[in-house]
């Protein structure tokens, strides 16, 4: 028994005694090491406040400016570490952190392939030109003003002040009309007369209401008008101009104003806007029944 404890004794001091010299022998690679992780350690919150303010000129959004410069402090540490591991002579040990930092992060990845798919999304459309915060656009559906784009969602507000949320992938898969992106928006207006009207007169006082209702037309020959269809009550026809507008709400209340004037300068001048008419035809003639008739009058 005793002679069991004295080798354990011995075989621990050994191992003590070894650890220790190593230690002793690998003092100045230790030192620089740490000098190493000390100098990365400063670079990196430098470099990161570089990017921060780098990115923050073309971004935006504050969470991205963060992330990104978290990213690159992350970087640069990790930078830092293996060159420390590699003047402690870790070689092994480095190659055995770069290999399980391979298969997590492939296990993090497989596990998180939609959020990170969403997050990647939201820093490329955060340094796209063609589409930033308060412009006008329509995707996916839906239709408003760009108020925020995060690290997960895109978010619109509706002309009704409704928020939509959709994911950074939808948006980047899937067109993306952008209203904002042109200072000019062609308004659409279709109505209909009645057949009796003078159509040339028609034709002449639509351009000019809506020349002298818009500053933006200049002559009524910048109003586009043409005549559609023999319809079922009407002659219809289409009218198009030209307004200065960067969103779609602007469009529509220049769109309300149009139908406005037309509807108060065709009543001045006595233009008719008909009703839709249907007429009902029936082909078979209904009996009735006289002698019934008179006995339902005689109880009553």
Do not use: H
């Amino acid at each position: 028994m005793k002679n069991e404890f004295n080798k354990a004794y011995e075989l621990i001091s050994g191992k003590l005694t070894g650890w220790l010299e190593t230690i002793i022998s690998n003092l100045p690679n230790l030192f620089i090491a740490i000098i190493v992780m000390v100098v990365f350690y400063y670079i990196s919150k430098y470099v990161s406040r570089l990017v921060g303010k780098l990115v923050s000129k073309k971004v935006d959004q504050d969470s991205l400016v963060s992330i990104i410069s978290k990213i690159t402090a992350v970087t640069i540490i990790a930078l830092g570490l293996f060159l420390a591991l590699g003047v402690l002579n870790l070689s092994k040990t480095l190659e055995t952190l770069i290999g399980a930092a391979g298969v997590s992060g492939l296990v993090i990845g497989l596990a998180l392939q939609g959020t990170l798919s969403n997050t990647f999304a939201g820093i490329v459309l955060s340094f796209r030109k063609n589409v930033e915060l308060g412009q006008w656009v329509e995707t996916n559906g839906f239709s408003g003003e760009v108020v925020e784009i995060s690290l997960k969602n895109f978010v619109l507000k509706e002309a009704d002040n409704n928020l939509v949320l959709i994911p950074n992938k939808s948006i980047l898969e899937n067109p993306l009309k952008n209203y904002s992106l042109t200072t000019k928006m062609r308004v659409f207006i279709e109505c209909g007369v009645g057949y009796e009207s003078d159509l040339e007169e028609v034709k002449r006082l639509t351009k000019e209401t809506i020349s002298n209702t818009f500053d933006q037309v200049k002559t009524p020959e910048d109003v586009e008008f043409y005549y559609t269809e023999f319809g079922g009550s009407s002659i219809n026809y289409l009218c198009r101009f030209w307004i200065e507008s960067e969103s779609m709400l602007e469009k529509l209340k220049a769109k309300t104003n149009a139908i406005i004037e037309i509807k108060k300068a065709y009543d001045k001048a006595g233009i008719n806007i008909p009703f839709p008419i249907r007429t009902l035809q029936f082909d078979n003639k209904l009996s009735i029944d006289k002698q019934v008739l008179n006995e339902e009058f005689s109880n009553n």
